[in-house]
């Protein structure tokens, strides 16, 4: 049997009617401006963030990157939350392809308090970087899925324009934070000046991602970014018609992910010595932790793994399980199972 797989909400394969409408797409030289699929997918995009322009970019994080570099040139700083993707995943491709420090902050939730950051703005100095920039995470991946509260992130991004900052959102799962709460797309992205989303996270399609901002800021500068980058695709309407398809059939469905993963969490807070960060699943991550010696998470993983269940280690001491296009309810409700079942021999002798 094949395995369930909860290492990500990447791994969905295409669906028959995102293949068809992939197979059917209308295509040109995207790099000349002529594919009218990429055209069709941006201007949705646009649309639905509220945003008067969008550029399709091959990954979440080159439509990141594009983000910090079209607020900061090198000698510039940017302030974000210290758990954040482009913080901790982009291998500091701020740093390595623009010239740009970050500044991290903790926070407890994945969102930082105006309080933290007033003195981290640095004065006008010749011995000092420029700051330039907030880039905020929604929803919040190392913290599991967590939906960060509007009314902090509207008082954060309003205190960051005040003070002269830009403001990028990674929206990679974005739309599972509209499932979630019933707040439509484009009143997340209005405090932001940028905005980042993928296709190919719980929307379900095989590549991509946009991100979305003012017109002239799109197709001036973060054209000439994506080049740079390397992103400028040519047919790319092939896969940008599986991101439309995505887009108009996959974003009612979130909500069934969330209940899947709540399923899983569920499970997770019957077992002692397991807790499920966040206390709960708000979208389609689970991150639980393990009170259990470091690396006990990667001894679960494994057990998991023999059992048909694939999940990730986060760190030394967390598991992380997505649900997405690919599982069912009951798919969630087996995992959850499976690791009740796993955890009993494993948290015994681990704990013994
Ligand atoms: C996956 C992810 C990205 C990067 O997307 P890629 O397409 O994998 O480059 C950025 N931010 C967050 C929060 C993500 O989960």
Do not use: M
């Given at each position: 049997m094949r395995p369930l797989d909860f290492r990500s909400d990447t791994v969905t394969r295409p669906t028959a009617g995102m293949r068809e409408a992939m197979a059917a797409a209308e295509v040109g030289d995207d790099v000349f401006g002529e594919d009218p699929s990429v055209i069709a997918l941006e201007q949705r995009t646009a649309e639905l963030l509220g945003k008067e322009a969008a550029l399709f970019v091959p990954s979440g994080t080159m439509s990141n990157q594009i983000g910090v570099r079209l607020h900061c040139g090198a000698g510039d700083e940017f302030l974000c939350e210290v758990n954040c993707h482009i913080f901790n995943y982009e291998q500091g491709a701020y740093a390595q392809l623009s010239g740009v420090a970050a500044f991290p902050v903790e926070a407890s939730d994945g969102l930082p308090r105006v309080e933290q950051l007033v003195s981290r703005i640095r004065p006008d100095d010749p011995h000092l970087v420029r700051t330039r920039l907030l880039c905020l995470e929604n929803t919040h991946n190392r913290w599991g899925g967590r939906v960060l509260p509007y009314d902090g992130v509207a008082e954060l991004c309003g205190w960051a324009r005040d003070n002269g900052l830009a403001t990028h959102l990674d929206g990679a799962r974005l739309f599972n934070a509209v499932a979630a709460t019933g707040v439509a797309a484009a009143d997340w992205a209005a405090p932001f000046d940028t905005v980042s989303v993928c296709f190919s996270k719980g929307l379900g399609a095989p590549v991509g991602s946009a991100i979305v901002g003012p017109r002239e800021l799109i197709e001036r500068r973060a054209v000439r970014v994506r080049k740079l980058f390397g992103g400028g695709m040519r047919q790319a309407g092939v896969i940008a018609a599986g991101a439309l398809y995505a887009l108009e059939h996959h974003r009612q469905r979130l909500v069934d992910d969330h209940r899947a993963a709540t399923a899983i969490a569920e499970a997770v807070r019957q077992c002692e010595g397991l807790s499920v960060l966040g206390g709960r699943?708000?979208?389609?991550i689970v991150i639980f932790q393990i009170?259990?010696?470091?690396?006990t998470n990667r001894t679960m993983v494994d057990a998991l793994a023999e059992r048909g269940v694939l999940a990730i280690t986060v760190g030394h001491t967390s598991v992380r399980l997505v649900t997405h296009l690919d599982v069912s309810l009951d798919d969630a409700v087996r995992a959850g199972e499976t690791i009740k079942h796993v955890w009993t021999t494993i948290g015994a002798s681990a704990t013994a």
């Open positions: 699943a708000e979208t389609n009170d259990a010696p470091p690396g």
